[in-house]
């Protein structure tokens, strides 16, 4: 835009401020020519508006009211050219505009009013190159900031450098936000309750409205049909065409970026699922091949496999972070929130299945049913089940129980697959782990690692044959079980593994 003093400037002597020293530095939005009594209704506000005194010559009423009007509409200043109607400035003119914080300048005699007119397109025409190329500048500053590995934050950061005031960005998914400079943290809250408000009412692409008294103007990030996030500023003044040619392209570099993610997420998530397949159906070395092939996260030694009920065209990342929701049942652990990074999964019929690292532990504080996603709002159907921590290559051994248990659990509940004689092992494993005077423990597990077999048992441990069959004895007796009945070795033998590792 061009200022009054600008034109000033250019013009010289052809337009000159009746004060005789430059007024600050205020924009003009155009010149207009008009000779009228009332000339508002053809203006809009913010001219420098050119006369040559017809409408003030009557009397001193008339042209305070005169004024008065150009006040009302806006006007920035008045020009008078001086010559046949007015040879100097009329004094009641002079004090009016003063009054009014009109402008007032004049025009010497024999100086068409076109010159003054073409001189400011010139300008303006000037200043709208110089806006392009300070736009192009930033614009491809800001395409190089989004190469960086930090992309959004460096955007945001630089787009509110360019407009001289903040910029966030808020994704759709309730993720952290990214906002520049660090003082536009307490904007945050409200744009975030205004962005909800404005989904509820339908997708939008541009909305304007105020937060603690500032115009904030807010833009949909999108790709495909699809909201990725929201972009809003807070400029602190009138955006220009080349502010808005700069934000319309941070939208374009934030939208290829949020299309970056989806895709890479998208194989991430498909190699993810042909690793969870293999586990799943117990070809461990080739999922492990596999993962190391395609720069997958190493495959845990021991993992649990939950499963979530899911049905026809729902979001399996939707599913996993409402799953952190689920309540369990006495026993279990709450399951952690993988709001940021999925585990392994593989979906088949109506069932995902997920396999969870044994050692992963709920986020601190998180109590069961803390997340802020509710499965019973949004997914009134979801279930899950838990396995026990068993060793990678045995993942494939729980699935039917698995499969049973989901099949059995009730809507928002998180169940276990231990059956009765689980549960018995784990007591027996507690009651020989707590006797003082033997290991216990390690006789059981070498005693059922040998089939009963005396000799090669003992010969194992490094003690006598009757040492441990004495020690077999106390076992036996403890647990108030025979040692040697397949309903007992079996599930005792399971437990004992686990314990080794």
């Known amino acids: 835009m061009v200022s009054l003093t600008e034109l000033s400037n250019a013009l010289g002597p052809l337009l000159v401020f009746h004060s005789g020293r430059q007024q600050p530095n205020r924009q003009l939005t155009g010149v207009h020519v008009s000779e009228l009594e009332d000339p508002t209704p053809y203006l809009e506000g913010g001219e420098l508006l050119l006369t040559t005194g017809m409408p003030l010559v009557r009397n001193d009423a008339a042209a305070g009211e005169y004024v008065a009007r150009l006040r009302d509409k806006g006007i920035l200043a008045l020009g008078l050219g001086l010559g046949p109607w007015l040879e100097e400035v009329p004094l009641p003119v002079a004090e009016a505009c003063a009054a009014a914080g009109v402008e007032l300048l004049t025009v010497p005699d024999g100086v068409p009013f076109q010159n003054i007119s073409r001189a400011y397109w010139r ?212 399951l952690p929130d993988y709001s940021a990074a999925g585990p392994l999964r593989h979906e088949e019929e109506s069932a995902l299945y997920l396999v969870l690292p044994a050692h992963e532990v709920p986020a601190a504080g998180q109590e069961p049913g803390a997340a802020a996603s509710s499965p019973a709002a949004a997914h009134p159907h979801l279930a899950g089940a838990l396995s026990e921590p068993v060793p990678l290559g045995e993942a494939a051994s729980v699935m039917p129980a698995v499969r049973r248990a989901l099949r059995q659990a009730p809507p928002g509940s998180l169940v276990g697959t231990g059956s009765d004689s689980n549960s018995r092992a784990r007591e027996w494993v507690t009651l020989l782990q707590g006797y003082p005077r033997a290991d216990l423990v390690g006789t059981v597990t070498e005693y059922l690692r040998h089939r009963g077999h005396w000799e090669n048992a003992s010969r194992s441990l490094g003690v006598h044959r009757n040492s441990l069959r004495h020690r077999i004895g106390l076992a036996s007796s403890l647990l108030g079980v025979d040692l040697d009945d397949p309903d007992v070795f079996a599930p005792l033998w399971m437990e004992l593994r686990h314990y080794e590792r």
């Open 123 to 334: 300008l303006s025409a000037l200043s709208s190159q110089a806006d392009l190329m300070s736009s192009l500048g930033t614009q491809t500053a800001l395409a190089q900031a989004a190469m960086r590995p930090d992309a959004t934050t460096a955007v945001v950061r630089g787009l509110a450098q360019a407009l001289g005031g903040w910029a966030a960005y808020l994704p759709a998914d309730s993720g952290p936000s990214t906002f520049w400079p660090a003082s536009a943290e307490g904007y945050i809250p409200p744009l975030r309750a205004e962005t909800l408000r404005l989904n509820r009412a339908g997708t939008h692409s541009a909305a304007t409205f105020e937060i603690h008294g500032q115009a904030v103007v807010e833009y949909s990030i999108g790709t495909s049909g699809r909201i990725h996030g929201f972009l809003a500023v807070g400029p602190g003044r009138t955006l220009t065409a080349a502010d808005r040619q700069v934000i319309l392209t941070v939208c374009t570099l934030l939208a290829l970026k949020a299309r970056q993610r989806e895709v890479v997420s998208g194989a991430t998530a498909t190699l993810g699922a042909a690793v969870a397949k293999l586990v799943l159906h117990g070809h461990t070395e080739a999922a492990r091949i596999l993962a190391a092939d395609v720069g997958l996260q190493e495959l845990p030694g021991r993992v649990r496999v939950l499963g979530l009920t899911v049905r026809a065209g729902e979001n399996p990342g939707l599913l996993i972070r409402a799953a952190s929701a689920l309540v369990p049942d006495a026993g279990l652990p709450p």
